[in-house]
């Protein structure tokens, strides 16, 4: 299933008919949630999952299928890529958000002054490997928030900014939106994981 965010370069699929695939990923994703995820002070020590390949087709497997979707969103809905083909190269960047991260409950985006220029990607992909059904409006669901007219102004929104647009995420989502797109999740307390990734893609 594919929804499409109204007013929004976002898109979101439910996955869960790929979950044979995904649940022996979503294993090692968090039976090694330590190495994959961010620390209180950035991504000291952090290693992103998918650059751990090496005989592990679970890793590979899902790894292509996410790249397809990513290619597609490029190619349907940002508008620095809409209907220039799909021949990239991708590079990606990526970190499990647990229970005790902080960096995704506060009103970012993927963009100065979050990140340095070479940090920057072009997509971000969101999974949610893990969801409980404490997740609802308002405790652990994702809020989108429209800024700045220049999307590439740096500057920040007040924390009491209402959203324009919420999603209660369920197990196997996959949100993708342009680097650039305001979000946050709402805090929580439960054992709600998600993997985050910037995709910058490269013209081959």
């Known amino acids: 299933m594919k929804t499409t965010v109204p007013n929004f370069p976002v898109v979101i699929y439910n996955l869960e008919d790929y979950k044979d695939i995904f649940d022996p990923f979503i294993e090692e994703l968090l039976n090694?949630?330590?190495?994959?995820?961010?620390?209180?002070?950035?991504?000291?020590g952090k290693l992103s999952i998918w650059d751990n390949l090496d005989?592990?087709?679970?890793?590979?497997?899902t790894r292509?299928?996410?790249?397809?979707?990513v290619l597609e969103f490029a190619d349907e809905v940002h508008?620095?890529?809409?209907?220039?083909?799909?021949n990239y190269e991708l590079d990606r960047d990526a970190w499990l958000n647990k229970p005790e991260s902080w960096q995704g409950?506060?009103?970012?985006?993927?963009?100065?002054?979050?990140?340095?220029?070479?940090?920057?990607?072009?997509?971000?992909?969101?999974?949610y490997p893990q969801v409980p059904n404490t997740v609802k409006?308002?405790?652990?669901d994702f809020m989108l928030f429209q800024g700045n007219e220049d999307h590439k102004a740096f500057d920040?929104?007040?924390?009491?900014?209402?959203?324009?647009?919420?999603?209660?995420?369920?197990?196997y989502d996959l949100l993708l939106m342009t680097a650039d797109t305001w979000h946050m999740a709402s805090p929580f307390k439960c054992d709600r994981y998600s993997l985050a990734t910037d995709v910058k893609l490269t013209p081959v």
């Open 64 to 69: 292509s299928i996410f790249d397809s979707i």
């Open 137 to 140: 409006k308002g405790h652990g």
């Open 55 to 61: 005989n592990n087709p679970l890793i590979t497997t």
């Open 32 to 44: 090694s949630s330590d190495k994959y995820s961010l620390g209180p002070d950035g991504e000291t």
């Open 79 to 86: 508008p620095d890529f809409k209907g220039k083909g799909m």
């Open 105 to 127: 409950i506060r009103i970012h985006r993927h963009w100065q002054p979050f990140l340095w220029d070479y940090e920057i990607g072009d997509v971000v992909t969101v999974f």
């Open 156 to 171: 920040w929104l007040p924390d009491d900014l209402e959203p324009k647009y919420t999603f209660v995420p369920k197990k």
